[in-house]
């Protein structure tokens, strides 16, 4: 099966473009969202409420976490044993306190009267942050099955696990600039 | 089947042994999971030309059932007082009887039959059965690839797909019915249970299916996209890839930015009939009841669901324009005309089915200024579908044509998206859409243009890559009888229905007599009833031809039946797992060198002659 993975050009590798193209669906569906967000919000009867400060906070967790699975990647990549298991550990970490502060954030929004099925403006935020937690759990099954594979087989850098890893950390800084985009949007549109 | 393989070496086998690529393909012996068992070869299978079939086959039968239920809401509507009592052993409850025993069909599930021909007509045949089928068939072995960039996600789609199926087809066996508020599933009908029967369960499948439905999509798409732009034979650069495989990457592109945006308006959905959000509904009395729900918007929904449903059509139509232009060629023994303006043309209709969803809201209470925008950017449509037209028309013109049923299909592929395509320019406009929505009129535009015109396309792909798939011939005098009912047929079933929607009309309607404004067409409506029986009688013909064929057809004895120039006529009859038993052949020139220098055709992999002049395309 590898063998068809061969591309006749010295361009992109196939299954990372594929990846891509994955990247390009995720985004048109948060376009949409985002999109109807703006339709709904310009047609008044909206309530304004402040975001939960539990966001600021896993914002920030979210992008300590994209530095250190590029840690754990130059660290794989230049032989740093050590350095590649800690910080993969220590972006599942992160990922997990990620989860955590989102599931405050919402916490946080019930208390202030803010609940899913309230006004559309607190449903949005419910509905678009899940949506992109979700995307978050799937990106911690990755991590967990890369560090499944740093801890059970002998560290080799080959091609083959480069290439694994490479596709697992651009699905984590993916899930990450997506977080970011859709925190601006929502201070922006409030 | 693999007995076949063994055929005498041919000129094309010395070209590839020569000039061919090789990728070591063949010297790991180590894999086996594509040839031993059963489940590995015919179930979850890896192999696309398997997966292709695998696709046709199921988008075939649902073809059948989407098919029937249209025959029966048809008799419905030709033949209101006809007793449909005998109908009662296959519907059950769904046919009522009256004191005097007369049977007919009852109301909700006449809405349930039409919403669910449409959904697995545009969803499950022409999409997934037409774009599953012949992408998975024809792109690695048109661009010179041993498989998809993907053989695991490939399996995965089509396994979607059945999921999706499988959840649909268990819809129907409700108690209360399968979902009943059009295939568009405009909110508030489809948000709110209460609504109708149909809303009930049936719409929380309908959900879950279209879900499964759409990852199958992207899965497929994501494939597609990945194997045409990266896994091409030495020599095919993009501009020598056949027009089916340009129409097939638009396709698959177009499917990966719109069928995101389906999810995202049909989770929304789910969260208001679940969850009790307030996306689309606003303050709504039902059943004598206000709902708590405040502020929500039906109108945001349609633009979410535009934003697919346009480019759906547009994925309905391409891959089918993509086949005709190949097989048109090839048996006009002409090379395409305009082949890069027909490729242009396939980018720019895909441009511009993002800009022109509002379309089909014209009557939404939209600001007539906006809808501006949208009449002209749907009518710049007209000109790259023109381009399209007129290139084959020209194809066409004082070519040597061969019209076996291939090419009769393909003619009347553009036959029907003339004359669907012209009412299209009626519809596209607003101040005439506004009195022809959810008229007759539309129903007919958009059966002739997308429906029929996609079936056509895929009756001519079948008709000529049949050999290839099977290793044997359909019977070519049962695919012409089918041909020409099935082209009369058609235009009888949808001509008069523009002048039923010319007349006002309204579609989806149940029965007419209680209108004064639309009686007088009762025979109108036997008329076109009849037709569509007879229609679906000759499509049992095809299938029965197509299942025949596959162990009593003819078989093929020529590597290259149709002297075709691309390249998946240069494997062997039965194409083995990898495609090509040695090398990959290295492409030289464009796929449509018909005719040149007195030669009937050269092939992809032919080397330019000495002195032999290179045309630019």
Known sequence: ?190 | MSTQNIEVREEVDEIIEKNGYDDHFHDHHASDKYKSSFVGKYIFSLDHKMISRQFLITGIVWAIIGAAFSVIFRLQLGFPEADMAWLKPLLGKWIVLNDAGIGSISQDFYYALVTMHGTILIFFVLTAGLSGTYSNFLIPLQVGARDMASPLLNMLSYWFFFLAGLVMLYSLFLSTGPFSGGWTAYPPLSALPQASSGSKGGMNLWIISMTLFIVSQLLGGINYVTTILNLRTKGMSMWKMPLTIWSFLVTAILGILTFPVLFAGVLLLLFDRSMGTSFYLSEIFIQGAALENVGGSPILYQHLFWFLGHPEVYIVILPAMGIVSEIMSVNSRKPIFGYRAMAYSLMAIAFLSLLVWAHHMFTSGMNPFITNFFVLFTLIIAMPSSIKTFNWLTTLFRGNLRLNSAMLYCIGFVSFFISGGLTGIWVGSSTLDIPLHDTYFVVAHFHLVMGVAAFFGMFAGLSYWYPKMFGRYMNETVLKVHFWITLIGAYCIFWPQHYLGLAGVPRRYYRFDSFNSFTGWEGVNEFITISAIVVFFTQLLWVFNFFYSMWRGKKVTERNPWHSNSIEWTTPIIPPHGNWPGKLPKVERWPYDYGKDGKDYITQITPYAEGEEVIAH
Do not use: C
């Not at chain 1, 196939?14 to 948060?30: D, E, H, V, Y």
């Not at chain 1, 946080?108 to 006004?119: A, R, S």
């Open chain 1, 1 to 190: 099966m590898d063998v068809t993975l061969v591309s006749k050009n010295k361009g992109i590798q196939p299954l990372k473009f594929a990846l891509w193209a994955g990247f390009a669906s995720i985004i048109m569906m948060f376009i949409a969202l985002t999109s109807a967000y703006i339709v709904r919000h310009s047609a008044g009867n909206w309530l304004e409420f402040k975001l939960p400060n539990a966001f600021i906070f896993s914002t920030i967790t979210i992008i300590l976490s994209s530095i250190t699975m590029h840690m754990s990647y130059s660290g794989f990549k230049k032989g740093s044993e050590t350095n590649y298991k800690l910080f993969l550990i220590a972006t599942l970490a992160l990922g997990l306190i990620f989860i955590m502060f989102q599931y405050q954030g919402w916490q946080e929004m019930h208390h202030i009267g803010v609940d899913l099925d309230g006004n559309p403006s607190g449903s949005f935020v419910y509905v678009i942050s899940g949506l992109h937690a979700a995307h978050v759990l799937g990106g911690l099954a990755i991590l967990t099955v890369a560090i499944l594979h740093a801890f059970s087989l002998k560290y080799k850098p080959t091609e083959k696990r480069l290439l694994r890893f490479q596709l697992s950390t651009q699905y984590w800084h993916f899930v990450d600039i997506l977080w970011v985009y859709l925190f601006v949007f929502f201070l922006l549109f409030r």
